[in-house]
């Protein structure tokens, strides 16, 4: 029978472990033996023996969450605030450069453009608005190079860029240059700051060139930026109706729906709006959403955008009944708090209105005019053109007439002129702080950097144009989420730990899973980056809690067991996280901070002196972890030369005591260096020792410790990647500890993880003929521990890299050692009638003869074994869900279509040793036998393959994409609207408003103006 032949092979796993755990790689990682799980491991290297020396002056101590994550929020707020005050002295600047500047139709001002500064014509000379602009690469601008005296101006392409008042708003908006600079010198870590005029043009600090794409546009507008919308304007509901009857057809229509797009692009996530398409019918455009609005984030507004390619003309227009249920959802919205609940408009796109239907408005919108109207006017015919605009006077809105598809951008920007008049007579600078954005303008070398911005509006403040609400426009800072990373203590939040942060809206500010996608094995964050919600990646919260708490800013804590994944969502850990979360003061931000009980829970302290901690620290093989904030090197431009290294030196021997350092986390850095110092003495004796490494099998060793402090030692020179700022889960990052350090710390102390790094973009490592074993390497990684206070703490996690064709080696000949007398085996893996695998705790394939198998998950490979295994227990399967949007091809186009992702991962069964099983397979039996390797994360597996089993379907960690096909589904999803804190501040009207100023490219007739006087003098004594 199969199963005792097997068993003969299973006593080759005694060797097979011995072999296994490598004596030369213990040696390497100062092991030679592993001990029970209740002590440390034994030291040959003198790790330990260091660690003795100094046990009476450590200490563990119990991490406070609460108390780490309200010090954090104190660091954020004052960071923050640096930021506004640097823009309210922009905001200052800007208005009395512009209270004493006066208007010259005439002037004539040579600037420097975005686009043409360095420019020469063909004889060589500076183009026109381009001239000799000096640029230097520059660090700090992410190597960009720029100018750090002046700041340039870009206008859009389908603007001129020497319009008078582009020329005039240009000339005064000169005075900024001072302001940027003196702000830079205060605060060197602010990056691009600038002011977005409502003319167009955006003037830019420091200075840099930009580049027309492929068809020479620039299709950047200040004015559409979400920073610029939310500071000039307040909270809206709004409902856009479309005029589809059959006058509407061809050119119209067309212009038609480019004024609804543009429209959608000056709403933002504090806003909420509907589309109605109305000819004698009302169609909504999205018919699950009849009778209420929804969220004006991009994903709905993209959804939106794909059925506006639906309309087409027929019919007459019943504009009465159109307005009449714009008003009417308007109303009902409003009254469930569930909207803005502060401005309201309705946005009318049409060729004509045959009457005023002031039987409408006086029955729903006055006196009280709580809504305003902003009608569009399509085409170049005018006769209705007196009807529309009183419409739009009538109720404090504003009338534009739009003839071809050039003339819709600034038609429509027109409206936020008129939204802003209140928040201008105000007088009130609100500051306004966006939610994290891919910023696609001005992509830096290293592709998109995920931004905030802090933004404030600039207002008119000459007397005779204070009743008008005039804004001049808004002047923002970024802020890149790497600066938020750098206050993060993360040496206090343990190996699992992690901050996240939110915005009053739920989306996610910062958060190490940035809602990872998973493509081919690559991970890509989600297209519009902006409106990942919490719930996205903290999933397991199905009620919200923690969101809603953190939405609504209080103070608390939160529990929950967790699945995280990791090596590129091949892998699973689970774990317990404890919550702690607090509001950020000035801000609409709150921060939380997750700790995993177990390794997160105590901190480890030590103490040496300076000098042997500085003396070990700066030995060569010595790192620092690279987006870790030792000592803060930024915030002084003498600094930002010094290596974190030489920066600590400074600072600790008093030569630079204005560094601003974390004392703390540098005398725990110091500590570790001293107590790992032996491995480096230890490392090189084992480089000397030939024999030790005959086949260079083992190419590098590495430890890295709780505080990003590593070692590393290369054995034989090596060509790649491992342990680079390339590899990012291989290294110490700005948000999470070395994937080796994290699947180390989950195995049971004393034990050690064998594994294939996963190629970046590959779903196997790179295999290529005879280049494998070059190619391809294989990592093995345990962790340290210390018994202290009755509680086992790690103290780093050790590892090697070595060959895979070393390690095959190793399996093949541990495989072939047996126990009978005569050392020969009944059956090994040579025998022709088994198949024997190596894997590891996920199921994947390290060795195994056919070669190009090797990588792969075991199911794909033996689906009817894998799934036996699953149905006995020996490996489970977990489903990490996220909630995507899945890209499709649709009528020649790309579009995002909302789906939920099951991402599966299996892990094994640690309590199961062995098993063995049968399957019935085509009127056959395949057996097999499964068993642990001690000591370690792998199994071996070994197969009859003389039953036939190809038949059945492979087990596989393809994702499972759950498309909304089902209209009922896509409604409730559309529909949902989760919690949200609304913005404090609503400025919706202003007794002062100037309502004359309603409308342009037509006069009033006699008779209007007569009949439209008496009703706006009512309205003003309002």
């Known amino acids: 029978p199969p199963n005792m032949a097997f068993s003969n092979l299973r006593n080759g796993l005694i060797s097979l472990e011995i072999s296994l755990r490598l004596n030369y790689a213990l040696h390497v990682t100062g092991h030679t033996a592993v001990a029970p799980v209740s002590t440390t491991l034994y030291d040959s290297s003198g790790y330990f023996q260091k660690y003795k020396e100094f046990e009476k002056s450590v200490r563990v101590e119990e991490i406070d969450g609460m108390k780490v994550v309200k010090n954090l929020a104190v660091k954020m707020e004052e960071m923050f605030r640096r930021k506004a005050e640097a823009t309210r002295r922009l905001v200052e600047a800007a208005e009395e450069a512009h209270h004493q500047h006066e208007e010259n139709p005439d002037l004539q001002y040579e600037y420097f453009n975005a686009v043409l500064i360095n420019e020469v014509d063909e004889e060589g000379n500076n183009v026109e608005l381009g001239g000799e602009f000096l640029l230097e690469p520059n660090y700090h601008f992410n190597n960009l190079s720029v100018n750090l005296s002046l700041s340039v101006v870009q206008v859009p392409t389908n603007m001129y860029n020497k319009d008078p008042d582009i020329v005039n708003g240009v000339y005064w908006s000169e005075a900024l240059n001072k302001v940027f600079v003196d702000n ?34 620039i299709g950047f507008d200040c004015r559409n930026r979400k920073w610029y919308i939310q500071a000039a304007t307040s909270p809206k509901d709004v409902v856009i109706l479309v005029d589809v009857s059959g006058s509407m057809k061809g050119l119209r229509l067309t212009i038609a729906r480019q004024t609804v797009s543009s429209i959608l692009d000056t709403l933002g996530d504090d806003d909420f709006f509907n589309i109605i398409a109305y000819n004698q019918e009302i169609h909504y455009v999205e018919p699950c959403l009849n009778g209420t609005l929804v969220r004006a984030d991009r994903t709905n507004k993209d959804h939106f955008r794909e059925h506006l390619d639906k309309l087409f003309a027929k019919g007459i227009g019943l504009l009465g009944e159109a307005l009449t249920e714009a008003f009417m959802i308007l109303s009902d919205f409003n009254q469930t708090g569930r909207g803005s609940v502060c401005s309201q408009a309705i946005m009318l796109v049409t060729d004509g209105a045959t009457e005023m239907y002031d039987d409408v408005f006086e029955k729903y919108n006055w006196p009280e005019r709580k809504v305003r109207l902003f009608p569009y006017l399509i085409g170049r015919e005018s006769a209705f053109a007196d009807n529309l605009k009183w419409m739009a006077c009538a109720n404090k809105g504003y009338f534009s007439q739009i003839s071809t598809l050039a ?86 939040l343990g190996i699992h730990g992690y901050v996240f942060a939110i915005t009053n809206n739920g989306y996610i500010l910062i958060h190490p899973d940035l809602r990872p996608l998973y493509q081919e094995g690559q991970k890509r964050r989600k297209p519009n980056y902006s409106s990942v919600d919490l719930s996205e990646v903290e999933w397991e919260d199905k009620d919200g809690i923690l969101r809603n708490a953190m939405v609504n800013r209080r103070t608390g804590t939160f529990s929950m067991e967790v699945k995280k994944t990791v090596d590129r969502g091949r892998r699973v850990l689970k774990m317990h996280n404890d919550y702690y979360y607090t509001d950020i003061k000035g801000t609409p931000f709150s921060v939380g901070v997750a700790l995993s009980r177990g390794h997160g829970k105590y901190f480890f302290r030590g103490n040496v002196s ?47 005591p204005h560094l601003k350092c974390d004392r703390e986390l540098i005398q725990e850095v110091l500590f570790d260096a001293v107590v790992t110092a032996p491995l480096e003495a230890y490392w090189t004796g084992l480089a000397l020792n030939k024999s030790e490494n005959s086949d260079k099998g083992v190419e590098i060793a590495f430890l890295g410790t709780r505080t990003g402090l590593s070692r590393t030692n290369l054995f034989v020179p090596v060509d790649q990647d491992f342990l680079t700022a390339e590899d990012k889960e291989g290294v110490f990052n700005a948000d999470h500890f070395p994937l080796w350090y994290k699947r180390a710390a989950e195995q049971v102390p004393g034990t050690f993880v ?77 025998n022709e009638d088994i198949n024997c695998y190596l894997i590891d705790n996920n199921g994947f394939i390290l060795v195994t003869e056919e070669q190009s198998q090797t990588g792969l998950f075991f199911g794909e490979v033996e689906g009817a074994v894998m799934n036996k295994l699953l149905q006995m227990g020996s490996f489970k399967r977990f489903e990490t869900q996220l909630n995507n949007w899945l890209t499709q091809r649709s009528r020649g186009k790309t579009m995002m279509v909302p789906c939920d992702t099951e991402y599966p991962a299996f892990v094994s069964e640690r309590t199961i040793k062995e098993t063995t099983g049968n ?102 004594s309002r």
């Open 184 to 217: 830079y010198e205060r605060d060197p870590t602010l990056i691009w700051q600038y002011f977005g005029s409502a003319k167009g043009f955006f003037r830019q600090y420091p200075g840099v060139k930009w580049h027309p794409d492929e068809h020479g546009v």
């Open 407 to 492: 003339d819709v951008q600034e038609n429509v920007m027109r409206y936020l002129h008129v939204m802003s008049r209140p928040k201008v007579i105000d007088h009130e600078h609100d500051t306004v702080w966006t939610e994290a954005y891919v910023d696609s303008a001005l992509n830096d070398k290293s592709g998109p950097t995920l931004t905030t911005t802090v933004a404030m509006p600039v207002f008119s403040t000459k007397n005779e144009t204070k009743n008008q609400g005039i804004l001049l426009g808004v002047v923002g800072t970024d802020i890149p989420l790497q600066e938020l990373m750098k206050l993060i203590p993360k040496h206090m």
């Open 610 to 656: 300076l000098e042997a901690g500085l003396r070990d620290l700066e030995q060569p093989d010595v790192a620092l972890a690279d987006e870790w904030t030792y000592c803060n090197i930024e915030e002084e431009h003498e600094h930002r030369h010094l290596t974190q290294i030489q920066a600590i030196k400074l600072f600790m021997t008093g030569r630079r």
């Open 754 to 830: 064998y594994s294939i790094p996963f190629s970046t973009g590959m779903k196997s490592p790179i295999v290529a003929g005879n280049e494998f074993e070059y190619s391809v390497i294989s990592l093995v990684s345990s962790c340290t521990y210390v018994q202290a206070h009755f509680c086992l703490v790690l103290l780093s996690a050790v590892g090697i890299q070595m060959k895979l064709e070393y390690f095959q080696k190793k399996f093949w000949t541990a495989c072939r050692q047996c126990t009978a007398l005569d050392g020969k085996c009944s059956i090994s893996c040579d």
């Open 919 to 1020: 399957i019935e397979c085509d009127g056959c039996i395949r057996s097999f036998v499964i068993q642990q390797i001690p000591s370690s994360n792998l199994f071996m597996v070994v197969v009859d393959n003389k039953c036939d089993c190809s038949s059945a379907p492979p087990v596989t960690m393809d994702p499972i994409e759950i498309i909304y096909i089902l209209s009922s589904l896509k409604c409730e999803r559309l529909k949902y609207q989760k919690d949200r804190k609304k913005p404090e501040s609503c400025h919706p009207f202003h007794p002062e408003e100037n309502a004359m100023e309603c409308g342009s490219a037509t006069r009033f007739s006699g008779p209007l103006a007569a009949a439209l006087l008496p009703l706006i003098t009512a309205t003003i």
